[in-house]
C-alpha cells in the first residue's frame, strides 16, 4: 500500500476508534462522543433528500438500481442512500469505520460495505453505478490521490449516470497562513508533539476539475459554491453525467 494511504487509514481508524461520529461530523459542541446517534444518521438522511432534490433540478433522468458512496465512514449517507436505489455500496479506507457501518446498517440488506485502500477503485468489483456520491472525503487527502479517485469513479459510471461529489477549490487564508499551517500540521505536531491523527485539507482549482471530469467521458451539469469545509475554503459540489 502507498505510504501516504497507509498513513491515512491508520489516521481515520484512530478517529473511528475515539470519536466516530464527531469525526463524520465536526461539530463542535459534538466533540467528546456527544453526538446524539438518530440525530446524526437525520443528518444523512436530510442530505440525501436534498441531494434527491437536487438531482431533480439537474434536467436528467437517472436509473436507481445502484449507487456508490466513496468515503462512507459509518454508513451516515449509505444507510440514507439505501432508500433510494436497489443496491448501495460504500466504500472505504478504514477498516474500523467500515466495521460500525456495517453495525448501524445491518438492518439494511441491499448496502454491502468495501474496504479499499488502492489509489484506484480497480478492486471494486461492481460497476456500471447510477448514482456516485462523494461527501468530506475527496478533501481529505493530497490531490494526486483525489483526481485518481475521481477518474475512476467517471469510468464506473453507467452512460447517463451521475457523478455529485464535493470538493474545495482553494484556501481563503493568506499564503503564510497557510505555510505555517502547513508546518505546524507536518513537523510540530506529527514529528515534535506526536499527538493523535490528523485530518488534513486540501483543494484543487475547479477549471482542473472540470477539465479532468470532461476528459474521462462526463459532461459537467453544474457547480455550486457551498461552505462544506468551512469558512476558510471555497468549496463546491460538482454534478456529472457520463455520455
Ligand atoms: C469526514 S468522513 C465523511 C464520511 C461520509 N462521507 C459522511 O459524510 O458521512 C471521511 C471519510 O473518508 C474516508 N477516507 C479518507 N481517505 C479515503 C480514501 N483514500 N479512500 C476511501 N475513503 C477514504 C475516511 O476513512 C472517512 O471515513
Known amino acids: 500500500m502507498y505510504r501516504t494511504l497507509r498513513r491515512i487509514r491508520s489516521d481515520w481508524d484512530r478517529f473511528a476508534e475515539a470519536d466516530p ?4 461530523l465536526t461539530h463542535p459542541e459534538k466533540r467528546g462522543r456527544r453526538w ?5 444518521f437525520e443528518t444523512g438522511r436530510h442530505e ?13 433522468e437517472i436509473s436507481h438500481r445502484r ?8 454508513g451516515r449517507l449509505t444507510g440514507a442512500l439505501a432508500g433510494h436505489f436497489d443496491e448501495v455500496y460504500g466504500v472505504d479506507i478504514s477498516p474500523v469505520m467500515l466495521d460500525l457501518a456495517r453495525g448501524y446498517c445491518a438492518h439494511l440488506p441491499n448496502c454491502t460495505f468495501v474496504e479499499n485502500t488502492n489509489p484506484d477503485l480497480c478492486h471494486l468489483l461492481v460497476k456500471d453505478f447510477d448514482l ?7 478533501q481529505h487527502m493530497p490531490p494526486r490521490f483525489a483526481k485518481r479517485y475521481l477518474r475512476c ?3 464506473r459510471l453507467r452512460p447517463g449516470g451521475l457523478l455529485v461529489f464535493q470538493l474545495p477549490d482553494r484556501s481563503l487564508s493568506s499564503i503564510a497562513g497557510r ?10 505536531r506529527k514529528h515534535i508533539l506526536r499527538t493523535g491523527p490528523s485530518m488534513d485539507m486540501h483543494g484543487i482549482r475547479k477549471p482542473k476539475v472540470i477539465s479532468l471530469l470532461e476528459n474521462n467521458g462526463c459532461r459537467v451539469l453544474d457547480t455550486v459554491q457551498n461552505q ?5 475554503w471555497i468549496c463546491y459540489r460538482y454534478a456529472a453525467v457520463r455520455y
Not at 67 to 74: E, R, T, Y
Open 132 to 138: 456516485i456520491y462523494s461527501c468530506a472525503t475527496l
Open 67 to 74: 449507487a456508490l458512496d466513496f468515503g462512507c465512514g459509518v
Open 21 to 24: 461520529l464527531w469525526a463524520v
Open 36 to 40: 446524539d446517534k438518530c440525530a446524526f
Open 179 to 188: 505555510i505555517l499551517a502547513i508546518l505546524y500540521e507536518e513537523i510540530y
Open 153 to 155: 469513479m467517471a469510468q
Open 228 to 232: 462544506y469545509a468551512g469558512k476558510e
Open 48 to 60: 440525501i433528500d436534498d441531494l434527491m432534490h437536487y438531482i431533480g433540478t439537474l434536467g436528467v
